[in-house]
Antibody, heavy 122, light 107 residues
Framework: EVQLLESGGGLVQPGGSLRLSCAAS????????MSWVRQAPGKGLQWVSA????????HYIDSVKGRFTVSRDNSKNTLYLQMKSLRAEDTALYYC???????????????WGQGTLVTVSS | EIVLTQSPVTLSLSPGERATLSCRAS??????LAWYQQKPGQAPRLLIY???NRATGIPARFSGSGSGTDFTLAVSSLEPEDFAVYYC?????????FGGGTKVEIK
């Protein structure tokens, strides 16, 4: 059974940092690209970042470029999102999501975690 | 960035009725469109990928169609558990984008 378990969320002041983790199990982690998708309270879904199975290719939404870094440790089956210079508009529930295919560049999401809440506020 | 516009924003229907949801892209996404269902307090669930392929375990009452810029998600006969918010998502270009969602509510 595929499981994705996010952790690391919390309350942080504007300008602060946080590192999110997503522990994966139930599939061959290194074979699949992974993404972070966020959802602000009461709002819709927004894709944030993606990383290839090998970790060699990453993508970001413009609003987080230079502030967020996605990475993975395939020996630990874990996905990370390092977030710096956090802003109030980064407040959201952050989901990790598994690619639905091993095809290179395929990015739809067949499994999601339950999310970890990041609140940026003074 | 490809903008996905979903309509209507809210759809009020009764159980047993047919639901038809629309997703329009600002430029062609070929068939690279997925649909998700989200219920309150839950993570999204993949329903349809690449416009018309049902994901594993998704009931046959859900179907997707379209290509290019215009896509449709249909639910042939609404069950009580189908009342939720539905999102489309394109994977044709980076950044990946989602539509704003359609809420299907009980009339």
């Amino acid at each position: 059974e595929v499981q994705l378990l996010e952790s690391g969320g919390g309350l942080v002041q504007p300008g602060g940092s946080l590192r999110l983790s997503c522990a994966a199990s139930g599939f061959t982690f290194r074979n699949y690209a992974m993404s972070w998708v966020r959802q602000a309270p009461g709002k819709g879904l927004q894709w944030v970042s993606a990383i290839s199975g090998s970790g060699g290719t990453t993508h970001y939404i413009d609003s987080v470029k230079g502030r967020f870094t996605v990475s993975r440790d395939n020996s630990k089956n874990t996905l990370y999102l390092q977030m710096k210079s956090l802003r109030a508009e980064d407040t959201a529930l952050y989901y990790c999501a598994k690619d639905g295919s091993t095809e290179v560049g395929a990015t739809f999401f067949d499994y999601w975690g339950q999310g970890t809440l990041v609140t940026v506020s003074s | 960035e490809i903008v996905l516009t979903q309509s209507p924003v809210t759809l009020s229907l009764s159980p047993g009725e047919r639901a038809t949801l629309s997703c329009r892209a600002s430029q062609s996404v070929s068939s690279y469109l997925a649909w998700y269902q989200q219920k309150p307090g839950q993570a999204p669930r993949l329903l349809i990928y690449d416009a018309s392929n049902r994901a594993t375990g998704i009931p046959a009452r859900f179907s997707g169609s379209g290509s290019g810029t215009d896509f449709t998600l249909a639910v042939s006969s609404l069950e009580p558990e189908d009342f939720a918010v539905y999102y489309c998502q394109q994977r044709s270009n980076w950044p990946l984008t989602f539509g704003g969602g359609t809420k299907v509510e009980i009339k």
